[in-house]
């Protein structure tokens, strides 16, 4: 592996940041197909996977805030690919015909960014790389 001459690559913050920047590119181009960014698509395989979720548990399995899953429901609302409905207190997020026919799509979008990801990393290194990351995630967010 090249040495990189940047004198923040063993900062863990700068690293992280600059690993998420390159994914992100790489995410938008495979699921460029679907028509979604990368963050409605792995909301949109999530409902289509559990219909009826509550929005706080959709928020705590995308590791996202609970007011950032509110705004990305409501733009795939207006989109038609997912319905949310109210039940009592909680709001239940649940998919749309169009999500449902959409997901092949999405699956193949995510299978590709696996294939460019291993294609360019030893497989077994991006799952090490991939589970310590999230560990990280995990350990640092407090649950």
Known sequence: ???VGSPYCKCLYYSSNALARVMTKMAEACFE?????PSYAFVVMTVNKNPGLHTGELAEMMMLTPSTITRLLEKLEARELVKRVKEGRNTLVFPTRSSVELNER???GWQELYKRI???TLSEDAERLTAGIYQAAVSLSGK
């Open 33 to 37: 197909s679907c028509g979604l960014s």
């Open 1 to 3: 592996m090249k040495e």
């Open 118 to 120: 291993a294609a360019s």
């Open 106 to 108: 999405i699956l193949l």
